[in-house]
């Protein structure tokens, strides 16, 4: 039922807060109002979103959309398995996933044009944001749009979180033309599975915490009370207001438990740490369910496994596999400084073996603890691999056809959007681009892409707008 005027602009003030005092303060009355038309009666079936981006430019090949009848020199030894629903078959290296078919919506047409965003930087970009890297003008993540509109539902947690962020392409975020508040929050952390891991940067420092940060809080209190009540009502006073609002804010942040227990990976029971498998990748798709339950609007996962002990020349374990992809162990460095070194064949279990136990671990956590319903699950590469194997036996970057996987938040399960040829070579049916990604997310959190957001300078930039949501990922 849509809701009466009065709760609207309630609801509409309550984002406008919970966006954070320094947001508000710096927005002219277009931008409030814009703010206030995209928080509309549209309807809303997912709260949140959840975005497990594996980078690299993962295999659709040997993942979602195996192709046993290509020609047998570039086929993939990892062979179809039934999944739950019939007549659907995943890659062996999925057989936990398979068991959870039915509650997916695999999209086997994704397609983009090569120039520009064929490379891990431009292709992550396009990834992140939903908008074609080559654009005139630069477009935020798909996360800071969503923080700017809807805000978070928890105040002392960012609303926009990546987890943990540090590898060479986590500087491919963007705020574009939004202010740097809305910057993505990268929890950092080479290794979450480490017992020693903590948050960096919402926690106070050791020196600063408990007694001594209140005494500074209640210092900044009395140095701004005199000026407070000097300038009570005028401009002034609402910006002192504001600041007090943001400084608060800031203080609940780094004293919390709430906080410290929405990122402390220990106090979860060892069952629930076993279930997403050991490691650095289940650590951080757990941690991803911790942030989404403590009602942060937007995480991204996004994981590199670390180089340890137990895992020698694996010093960068993405999927970008040019070399050696179907090596039961490291790739090696089969060229010098080329593109194909310090992974891992896909099969090994740093690679699709964490993702199959961690992914599917995942989705019943969210399932059972009633969160599914109400989040969008998003399975993201920026781009596939070549149906072909090269003379190194990789596959190279391939924008002509991949698949992005989807859950929650009312998505139909059990269903396969689109076709690629027999070879997973190119889109036969139903294309879709990473815009329609874009589209798809903002459609199912009920923002209005019919109405532009405002640079500082008040000039209005439409976004989203460039694609179409994917229908059938729609009841």
């Known amino acids: 039922m849509p809701l009466s005027r009065a709760a609207h602009l309630l609801q509409t003030r309550r984002r406008w807060l919970a966006t954070g005092a320094a947001g508000v303060l710096g927005s002219s009355l277009p931008q409030l109002l814009a703010l206030q038309a995209h928080a509309g009666d549209r309807p809303a079936a ?26 047998v020199d570039h086929r993939s030894p990892h062979l179809p398995i039934a999944t739950s629903v019939p007549g659907i078959q995943f890659s062996a290296l999925l057989p936990q996933t398979a068991t959870l078919a039915h ?3 695999v999209v086997r047409s994704m397609t983009h044009k090569r120039l520009g965003a064929d490379a891990h930087p431009n292709g992550t970009q396009y990834a992140l944001s939903g908008a074609h890297p080559a654009e005139p003008t630069e477009m935020p993540d ?44 990268k929890t950092g952390g080479a290794n979450l599975a480490d017992p020693k ?3 960096a940067d919402l926690l106070a420092r050791p020196e600063n915490a408990q007694a001594r940060l209140a005494g500074r809080q209640q210092l900044l209190a009395s140095i701004d009370q005199p000026f407070t009540a000097a300038s009570a009502g ?19 942040t780094l004293t919390s ?25 289940g650590a951080c798709y757990l941690l991803g369910r911790k942030l989404i339950e403590a009602g942060v609007r937007f995480v991204t996962v996004d994981v590199r496994w670390p180089l340890l002990p137990d895992t020698p020349g694996g010093f960068n374990l993405n999927w970008d596999h040019h070399d050696l992809i179907y090596t039961p162990a490291s790739c090696g460095t089969v060229r010098d400084k080329a593109g194909g070194e310090g992974r ?28 599914l319903a109400e989040t969008l699950v998003c399975f993201v590469s920026e781009f596939g691999r070549t149906p072909r194997l090269n003379k190194f036996q990789g596959r190279d970057h391939w924008t002509h056809a991949y698949s992005l996987v989807f859950a929650g938040a009312g998505v139909p399960g059990g269903q396969i959007i689109g076709e690629s040829d027999k070879d997973g070579g190119f889109v036969l049916s139903d294309p879709h681009t990473p815009e329609d990604y874009a589209a798809t997310i903002y459609e199912k959190l009920g923002i209005d892409r019919d109405l532009p957001l405002y640079t500082p300078a008040n000039r209005p930039v439409y976004f989203g707008h460039l694609g179409e949501p994917i229908r059938q990922l729609f009841a």
């Open 46 to 71: 997912a709260k949140r979103v959840l975005v497990l981006y594996e980078q690299g430019g993962l295999s659709h090949i040997d993942t979602w959309d195996p192709k046993p009848e290509t020609f």
């Open 103 to 105: 509650k997916l919506a």
């Open 142 to 185: 798909i996360g800071s749009v969503v923080s700017r509109l809807l805000g978070t539902e928890n105040p002392r947690l960012p609303p926009y979180v990546m987890i943990p962020g540090n590898h060479e392409q986590a500087a491919e975020t963007r705020t574009g033309f939004l202010p740097a508040g809305y910057k993505v929050f």
């Open 197 to 199: 891991w903590k948050v």
């Open 234 to 252: 005028s401009t002034t006073g609402r910006r002192f207001d504001g600041m007090d609002r943001f400084y608060e804010q800031a203080f609940d």
């Open 257 to 281: 438990s709430r906080v410290l227990e929405a990122f402390d990976l220990q106090s979860e029971p060892a069952e629930v740490r076993d279930r997403y498998g050991a490691g650095h990748r």
């Open 344 to 371: 891992y064949g896909i099969g090994h279990w740093v690679m699709m073996g964490s993702v199959d136990r961690a992914y599917s671990a995942l989705l019943t956590d969210l399932e059972e603890r009633g969160l």
